[in-house]
């Protein structure tokens, strides 16, 4: 039945929603993996709340993402490797410690949760497909950035995660 996952997929609107460029989504290239997604949306949910998350972080000695250049200049053949482990970074360990008093605030951050739930799930795709290969270079950037993070406490590296957000979406659209 080599059609079925074809046939499936074409009642399946899930699935059209990934295979196909939507409203506001665009094609983003991550070395040998292409995604659809939309970083518009979760930029402005982020922006929403953007002024609000930086004030609950007083720290700013220091930097998760951007220090000492984490993500710059990475080579397309790790940028999928280094997107999928970010993302994933942000679902385990920065999101669901990110709760607040402020119901708003919380929901504008589950919404970027779910944004980031289907990126998990299309990268996720490319690495079953053998597209999303981890080279050192991502390996040791992956590295410094939880060096990072674990400095701080839970609460605190999630809110300056989170706090950071622009760094990782800016760094995303350059695969656009
Ligand atoms: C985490 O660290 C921050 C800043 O150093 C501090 O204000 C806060 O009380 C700490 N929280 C916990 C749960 O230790």
Known sequence: MKGY???L???SMS???NLMPTAGNKIFHFGPCRISMSVTEIRSGFTAIKTNIQAR?????????????SLHKVKSANRCC???????FYMDKVFKHCQTEDSYVNRKISSIANSFLSMKRNLGQCHKQNKCLCGQESTKKFKQI???YE????????????????????WMEKSA
């Open 146 to 148: 939880l060096a990072n």
């Open 82 to 88: 280094i997107a999928r482990r970010l993302i994933n």
């Open 15 to 17: 699935c059209w929603l």
């Open 5 to 7: 996952p074809l046939f």
């Open 151 to 170: 400095r701080l406490n839970v609460t605190s590296a999630a809110m300056k995660s989170l706090g950071e957000l622009d760094i990782f979406l800016d």
């Open 9 to 11: 997929c074409l009642f």
């Open 57 to 69: 972080d007083p720290i700013r000695t220091l930097s998760i993402l951007s220090y000492p250049h």
